[in-house]
């Protein structure tokens, strides 16, 4: 299974775009990248998944370079609700993923 | 995508006692994962659970310790057996639908504090 890397934590502010890269160099053939997002007691939330270049709903986009051994979550203009830990998970479905450490984003106004 | 409903929410339990957690799922589901996730960590997989078939634990998990049953496609349950303080935590449940491709739903969560 794929083994994902993330910064620990970022900082940023109201109305700025945010962008968290995670590092999944193992990826396998039939690997999605899956991103969550996790408040204070409560369980993780899906927010956006993917499998190549880039996908776009209503909260994120996810931006997957060729090689697919990164994965971008782009959060545009972050409020102080945004703050929360991010985790990228990577998996085929059939099987568990399991959660790297994930980052911490602070929205500061 | 499907609703989790995971109870108890929280629970205060004795040391040597066990508790048994449960999730319904809203819709039918291939297969539910149980979790673990100490304060300020991030989430740690217990184990996988299949409807008729034993569930499968990931390293450092057994099933003496944390029994997990699943009598069909909506319905879990992990025990948390001969509990310990080391065992205070926060458990979740989640499913997973390939075909929804919405990844994964997870349950609210249950903290435990074994005192």
């Known amino acids: 299974l794929a083994k994902t890397t993330q910064p620990i934590s970022m900082d940023s502010y109201e109305g700025q775009e945010v962008n968290i890269t995670c590092s999944h160099n193992?990826?396998?053939?039939?690997?999605?990248i899956t991103w969550y997002q996790q408040f204070p007691s409560q369980g993780p939330r899906f927010i956006i998944q993917?499998?190549?270049t880039k996908v776009t709903n209503e909260v994120a986009s996810l931006f997957i370079p060729a090689d697919r051994k990164s994965s971008t979550l782009s959060l545009p203009r972050v409020s102080l609700s945004d703050t929360a830990v991010y985790y990228c998970?990577?998996?085929?479905?059939?099987?568990?993923?399991?959660f790297g450490a994930g980052t911490r984003l602070t929205v500061k106004p | 995508s499907a609703v989790i409903s995971q109870k108890p929410s929280r629970d205060i339990c004795q040391r040597g006692t066990s508790l048994t957690i449960q999730c319904q799922v809203d819709?039918?589901?291939?297969?539910m994962f149980w979790y673990r996730q100490q304060p300020g960590q991030s989430l740690t997989l217990i184990a996988t659970?299949?409807?008729?078939?034993?569930?499968?634990?990931e390293s450092g998990f057994v099933i003496d310790k944390f029994p997990i049953s699943r009598p069909n496609l909506t319905f879990s349950t992990l025990t948390v057996s001969n509990m310990s303080p080391e065992d205070s935590s926060i458990y979740l449940c989640?499913?997973?639908?390939?075909?929804?491709?919405?990844?994964?739903?997870f349950g609210s969560g249950t903290r435990l504090t074994v005192v």
């Open positions: 998970l990577v998996g085929d479905g059939d099987n568990d993923m399991r």
């Open positions: 659970a299949n409807q008729g078939s034993e569930a499968t634990y």
């Open positions: 819709s039918q589901v291939t297969m």
């Open positions: 193992n990826i396998a053939t039939n690997d999605y």
């Open positions: 993917g499998y190549k």
């Open positions: 989640s499913d997973t639908d390939r075909g929804r491709s919405y990844g994964y739903t």
